[in-house]
């Protein structure tokens, strides 16, 4: 039977969650794995504070020397979160020769070209499926089962937090304030909810996908973001008319050298996979050269399904005689084999706020084709006595920076963009 001591930084939900899924798994763990781990010390702020779990106060240290540097401890999970002061613990533990079981997404996404080099100079480990999308498996999955692909489209609904936020705006028709105050109140979103909203925590998990399904580095500054806070109910209703469903996704694709990486607002056919993802679950979907379409669904946050990640990285980890890391260079910007597109090619809906009498609808189609933006479908909602009236325009494929530059020709006493939204998925 062999043994490992293992230290946690950090011991919040997630911890609390790992410590009591580890002593439920305990004797299955021995019988399966014929592994005892041992926690020998744990990292925390406050070793008087109250906590979710029953733990040993003399487990508990303040002083993160203690849990970094003792020579018995051979693994470090942590659950600090942040990028400082985290990543520097985890380099440092790295290039000692301890293996690190993370679930910290901003750490892996700005310090992957440090995280990596201190694991090869440490011949260390470096595991974090926990990072991204908690129980789903989308790392091990892009790092192993789909190496004999060339991932060519990456899709997926990586907040929780925004994808109930939109299927609620979907369902009900209320207004993004009003169910962004309700999500909060049942604590799915922070009192602060700028990372989730903004779209930055769903860019620093596509820096980690993305960088891993086209083995090349793609760092968090690369990505283009958009949050959701100027989603308007009408156009949630008028997408919902038209057949399709607004998420929040994070896009990353990849055609010979010219890499696009964005998280926005996104329209997707009511038929596709990904439309029926509801509420707090996550999914990626994603296209392989080998594979065809395929894709990943379950609980993408939340303190059991992320405890249960990091065990199972754990776990793998310590069936290691070898430790492996990705096979590419880590570096801190994108390599120069590659290039950033900044000019995505989509399909685009328009919502004009537009007089009401003949001839406007000409002159919007007329910008949009001097600029090789073609129209798909028009919806056009007549109401008597009203000066100004919606116009919706769905566009065939074309160039965010043509549809931007029609937009810009218009004249704005007759017509006036209120809804932009990009549409994906519409092959699948």
Known sequence: MKTINIG?????????????????????????????????????????????????????????????????????LEFMGGEQPALDYLCRALESGKTVVTANKMAVALGWHRLFAAAGAGGAGLYFEAAVCAAIPIIRTL??????????????????????????MDESGRAYKEVLAE???????????????????????????????????????????????????????????????????????????????????????????????????????????????????????????????????LLFAARQTRHSIPGFEHRADLPPNLRLEDNWRCAFYLRFEALNQPGVLGHIATRLGEHRVSIEAVVQRHTEGNERVPIVILTHQAREKDVKAALGALDPAVAQVKGLLRIEGQGS
């Open 8 to 76: 946690f930084l950090g011991c919040g939900g997630i911890g609390c969650g790992v410590w009591q899924l580890l002593r439920q798994m305990e004797a299955e763990i021995a019988r399966r794995e014929s592994l005892i781990i041992h926690v020998k010390r744990i990292l925390v702020r406050d070793v008087g504070k109250k906590r979710e779990a029953d733990i040993p106060r003399e487990l508990l240290t303040t002083d993160a020397h203690a849990v970094i540097d003792d020579p018995d401890i051979s693994v470090l």
């Open 143 to 168: 790092m192993s089962s789909l190496s004999g692909n060339r991932v060519d489209t990456l899709m997926g609904i990586v907040n929780g937090t925004t994808n109930y936020i939109l299927s609620q």
């Open 183 to 313: 999500a909060q109140a049942l604590g799915l979103a922070e009192p602060d909810p700028a990372s989730d909203v903004d779209g930055h925590d769903a860019a620093y998990k596509l820096s980690v996908l993305s960088s891993l399904a086209f083995h090349a580095r793609v760092p968090y500054e690369a990505v283009h973001r958009e949050g959701i806070g100027q989603v308007a109910a009408l156009d949630v209703a008028f997408a919902k008319d038209l057949g399709y469903t607004l998420k929040l996704l994070a896009i990353a694709k990849r055609e010979g050298a010219d890499v696009d990486v964005r998280v926005h607002p996104t329209l997707v056919p009511s038929k596709h996979p990904l439309a029926s993802v509801h509420g707090a679950f996550n999914a990626v979907f994603l296209h392989g050269n080998a594979s065809g379409d395929m894709m990943l669904y379950g609980r993408g946050a939340g303190s059991a399904p992320t405890a249960g990640a990091v065990v199972g990285d």
